[in-house]
Antibody, heavy 116, light 112 residues
Framework: EVQLVQSGAEVKKPGESLKISCKGT????????ITWVRQMPGKGLEWMGI????????RYNPSFQGQVTISADKSINTAYLQWSSLKASDTAMYYC?????????WGQGTLVTVSS | DVVMTQSPLSLPVTLGQPASISCRSS???????????LNWFQQRPGQSPRRLIY???NRDSGVPDRFSGSGSGTDFTLKISRVEAEDVGVYYC?????????FGQGTKVEIK
């Protein structure tokens, strides 16, 4: 069974760093792109970027470029989304997702709360 | 960026009746490989999104056949032939032709 399992909710202060994860199981992790999507409280979906774990080819939405870093460790089938200095406006639910032929799979989401 | 504009943003529907959501893109979504990369997603309350339709009209595995997608170029439609209670949620279109990928604002479907 294909699954994307994300790391747990985080509560951070402005200026702190953070790395959240998305572990893929049940499929060939290196062969399918992983997308990261942001959903701010009560708002819609925003496409942040995408990574191909096989060679770490990464594409960013310019709106997020420089604000976050997307990476992957294919040895442990895990993709990451990280911040070096969080802002209150980073408070949101973050989803990872992948598409395999006629199905897509989403993680359960990681809620990040940034508050002083 | 390609702007995706959905209408309506709120759609009250009667159980068993049809529903239709429009999605328009600011640029053609036809790609040079002959495909048009327009997807539809459903997000039920409190759940992760899930894709319903890919490449305009292809239903994802496990998606009921009451959902259908159509359109071309810049104009696309998601139809639900007979709305059921489990269809309540927010529906998003997303284009996968141009970088960065972009979503529509979302259409909230609720039961009257």
């Amino acid at each position: 069974e294909v699954q994307l399992v994300q790391s747990g909710a985080e509560v951070k202060k402005p200026g702190e760093s953070l790395k959240i994860s998305c572990k893929g199981t049940g499929y060939s992790f290196t062969n399918y792109w992983i997308t990261w999507v942001r959903q701010m409280p009560g708002k819609g979906l925003e496409w942040m970027g995408i990574i191909y774990p096989g060679d770490s080819d990464t594409r960013y939405n310019p709106s997020f470029q420089g604000q976050v870093t997307i990476s992957a460790d294919k040895s442990i089938n895990t993709a990451y989304l990280q911040w070096s200095s969080l802002k209150a406006s980073d408070t949101a639910m973050y989803y990872c997702a992948t598409s395999i032929v006629t199905r897509d799979y989403w993680g359960q989401g990681t809620l990040v709360t940034v508050s002083s | 960026d390609v702007v995706m504009t959905q209408s309506p943003l709120s759609l009250p529907v009667t159980l068993g009746q049809p529903a239709s959501i429009s999605c328009r893109s600011s640029q053609s979504l036809a790609y040079s490989d002959g495909n048009t990369y327009l997807n539809w997603f459903q997000q039920r309350p409190g759940q992760s999104p899930r894709r319903l339709i890919y490449k305009v009209s292809n239903r994802d595995s496990g998606v009921p056949d009451r959902f259908s997608g159509s359109g071309s170029g810049t104009d696309f439609t998601l139809k639900i032939s007979r709305v059921e209670a489990e269809d309540v949620g927010v529906y998003y279109c997303m284009q996968g032709t141009h970088w960065p990928r972009t979503f529509g604002q979302g259409t909230k479907v609720e039961i009257k």
